[in-house]
């Protein structure tokens, strides 16, 4: 089954915009991912936040997790089209590399 | 060079029939998992590989149907048997620990049209 819901399901901006996704989980967890699929293929990692930290970065990427909430957020700075894709969250409630995935965010930037 | 490869990266297949989908790491790795992405929707776990013995199966999924084997720790298959249109998906393998640390490894996939 899902853990939870990501919003929007759907994002369109424009190049050079900011896009914000959003993740919810139900359960405790270990580690909170982001990941990014082109065209139905493979995974590419973008970002892993542990449950005791509260915001990372990586180049334009920013996420923040709230534990209390039991949320996750990923900012993507200043978009390129090359951003277009679908953007996955997945927790783990233990090391071990099993993970649950929200429902994904499918993100379009227009040049 | 890629992390995980599997292969066939797509293909279509007859009703009734059953496809191997291998997957193969270039490292040494502690788990490997299999996951089911349907048309339009988000990753749900099939089943954890384990290595020389039976794979540990996720509600909803049973050893007939996707059978799977992990002879050593590089290296797993899974089979989707007896296919009918609704098994027509992207079939994703995954990786984690060995060498490599915390970070879980994807593979491209492989896509699956059932005819």
């Known amino acids: 089954s899902q853990q939870g819901e990501e919003d929007p399901q759907a994002l369109s901006i424009q190049e050079g915009e900011n896009a914000t996704m959003n993740c919810s989980y139900k359960t405790s967890i270990n580690n909170l991912q982001w990941y990014r699929q082109n065209s139905g293929r493979g995974l590419v990692h973008l970002i892993l936040i542990r449950s005791n930290e509260r915001e990372k970065h990586s180049g334009r990427l920013r996420v923040t997790l709230d534990t209390s909430k039991k949320s996750s957020s990923l900012l993507i700075t200043a978009s390129r089209a090359a951003d277009t894709a679908s953007y996955f969250c997945a927790t783990d409630e233990r090391e071990g590399g099993k993970l649950i995935f929200g429902q994904g965010t499918e993100l379009s930037v227009k040049p | 060079s890629a992390v995980i490869s599997q292969k066939p990266s797509r293909d279509i297949c007859q009703r009734g029939t059953s496809l191997t989908i291998q997957c193969q790491v270039d490292?040494?790795?502690?788990?490997m998992f299999w996951y089911r992405q349907q048309p339009g929707q988000s990753l749900t776990l099939i089943a954890t590989?384990?290595?020389?013995?039976?794979?540990?199966?996720e509600s909803g999924f049973v050893i007939d149907k996707f059978p799977i084997s992990r002879p050593n720790l590089t290296f797993s298959t899974l089979t989707v048997s007896n296919m009918s249109p609704e098994d027509s998906s992207i079939y994703l393998c995954?990786?984690?620990?060995?060498?490599?640390?915390?970070?879980?490894?994807f593979g491209e996939g492989s896509w699956l049209t059932v005819v």
């Open positions: 490292s040494q790795v502690t788990m």
């Open positions: 995954s990786a984690w620990g060995g060498i490599r640390g915390n970070t879980i490894y």
């Open positions: 590989a384990n290595q020389g013995s039976e794979a540990t199966y």
